[in-house]
T-cell receptor, first 111, second 114 residues
């Protein structure tokens, strides 16, 4: 079945440093979504990418969807303590039936 | 509408008992999803509905789990003969399929099976 992997599993950065998490799917995705979950909270939608090679920016966050629609990345510039949390990628396979979350990357930001 | 709500927020039960959780989605949303999440893991897809129809169910889901969405609005998730391994956070999310299928999550129901 479809598998979605994320690396790294954990990332500790000093405040002000950049951060990147990578998402890889075993199958082509129709779209990819990114969610953030704060400790003790529930996942909150960040963005959706649909087109091959698409790049979207939200302030300090840059999201990219690979040309083959099997991988994606989230880059945070100049991290802040408010960026702490676990970042998940998720997506439907091309049949639109299986919606799978990656295992997440847990980000810690040291002040 | 203030978002997706779930009840109860916490449930403690003894092994072998049945439990039922309720999810009230955002009112105009036609899709409703159930997930299970354990500590340090991503949400694990259980099932989803479009309106009242259950479109997909995880192959990993035991027959002890059943979900309904009788009128296409709220949904219930029932777990029969609970086991300690069922202890987890059960998350519900809803979306509007025509609007890019962005999922809005509820606060979850934390189940502890003793």
């Amino acid at each position: 079945g479809q598998q979605v992997m994320q690396i790294p599993q954990y990332q500790h950065v000093q405040e002000g440093e950049d951060f990147t998490t990578y998402c890889n799917s075993s199958t082509t995705l129709s779209n990819i979504q990114w969610y953030k979950q704060r400790p003790g909270g529930h996942p909150v939608f960040l963005i959706q990418l649909v087109k091959s090679g698409e790049v979207k920016k939200q302030k300090r966050l840059t999201f990219q969807f690979g040309e083959a629609k099997k991988n994606s990345s989230l880059h945070i510039t100049a991290t802040q303590t408010t960026d702490v949390g676990t970042y998940f990628c998720a997506g439907f396979d091309n049949y639109g039936q299986n919606f799978v979350f990656g295992p997440g990357t847990r980000l810690s930001v040291l002040p | 509408d203030t978002g997706v709500s779930q009840n109860p927020r916490h449930k403690i039960t003894k092994r072998g008992q049945n439990v039922t959780f309720r999810c009230d989605p955002i009112s105009e949303h036609n899709r409703l999803y159930w997930y299970r999440q354990t500590l340090g893991q991503g949400p694990e897809f259980l099932t989803y509905f479009q309106n009242e129809a259950q479109l997909e169910k995880s192959r990993l889901l035991s027959d002890r789990f059943s979900a309904e969405r009788p009128k296409g609005s709220f949904s219930t998730l029932e777990i029969q003969r609970t086991e300690q391994g069922d202890s987890a956070m059960y998350l519900c999310a809803s979306s509007l399929a025509l609007a890019g299928d962005t999922q809005y999550f509820g606060p979850g129901t934390r189940l502890t099976v003793l």
